[in-house]
């Protein structure tokens, strides 16, 4: 079966240390990887990609995601933590399965602490 | 832009009562989702659209129909609602140009709540 797995719900850092959240994928085929950010009462804003190219992909608000094609995996970095990135983070990979299937990890919770 | 607006923001319903939430985009994408988000489980996909007047089924379509029959519209129905469809739900709309590399826009999230 398919699955995107984030293996940890809450991850708790300092401000200014760097952050990493990790996603691992267990799917057929060359998926697309997507990082989506989720604030307190709102829809998930998207934060970055990993398409094909380079396997170090930037994206908004300073973050950063490294593919890793034998690992399976597409952790999401940043350098500098900040308390305003406090947040739920989505994990998503997209198949091709006649209309684009994207399937969702469970979500990490990011807790900066200033 | 707008981008994704969905209406209503919360709902109370009855078990057994129906109802339709709206989901209207204007960037003009072809492809158009439902989704549940229930805690611990992620993004659930209910029903997606490639196009006008398509839809097809996702992982959870069970209890709910939809119907887009204008590009920018996508409407999720609950015929008769069950304590379990109790969810916040999510619209998203994505451009069907680069295949599936595209991000997804998400709309607000409706909270429902059937009791």
């Known amino acids: 079966a398919q699955s995107v797995a984030q293996p940890e719900d809450q991850v708790n850092v300092a401000e200014g240390n760097p952050l990493t959240v990790k996603c691992t994928y267990s799917?057929?085929?060359?998926?697309?990887l997507f990082w989506y950010v989720q604030y307190p009462n709102r829809g998930l804003q998207f934060l970055l990609k990993y398409i094909t190219g380079d396997n170090l992909v930037k994206g908004s608000y300073g973050f950063e995601a490294e593919f890793n094609k034998s690992q399976t995996s597409f952790h999401l970095k940043k350098p500098s933590a900040l308390v305003s990135d406090s947040a739920l983070y989505f994990c998503?990979?997209?198949?091709?399965?006649?209309?684009?299937?994207?399937?969702f990890g469970a979500g990490t919770r990011l807790f900066v602490k200033a | 832009n707008a981008g994704v607006t969905q209406t209503p923001k919360f709902r109370v319903l009855k078990t057994g009562q129906s109802m339709t939430l709206l989901c209207a985009q204007d960037?003009?994408?072809?492809?158009m989702y439902w989704y549940r988000q229930d805690p611990g489980m992620g993004l659930r996909l209910i029903h997606y659209?490639?196009?006008?007047?398509?839809?097809a089924k996702g992982e959870v379509p069970d209890g709910y129909n939809v119907s887009r029959l204008k590009k920018q519209n996508f409407l999720l129905g609950l015929e008769s609602a069950a304590p379990s469809q109790t969810s916040v739900y999510f619209c998203a709309s994505s451009s069907g140009t680069s295949g599936g590399a595209n991000e997804q826009f998400f709309g607000p999230g409706t909270r429902l709540t059937v009791l």
């Open positions: 799917v057929s085929g060359n998926p697309y």
């Open positions: 960037m003009n994408h072809e492809y």
């Open positions: 659209s490639v196009g006008e007047g398509t839809t």
């Open positions: 998503a990979v997209r198949v091709h399965t006649g209309g684009f299937k994207t399937i």
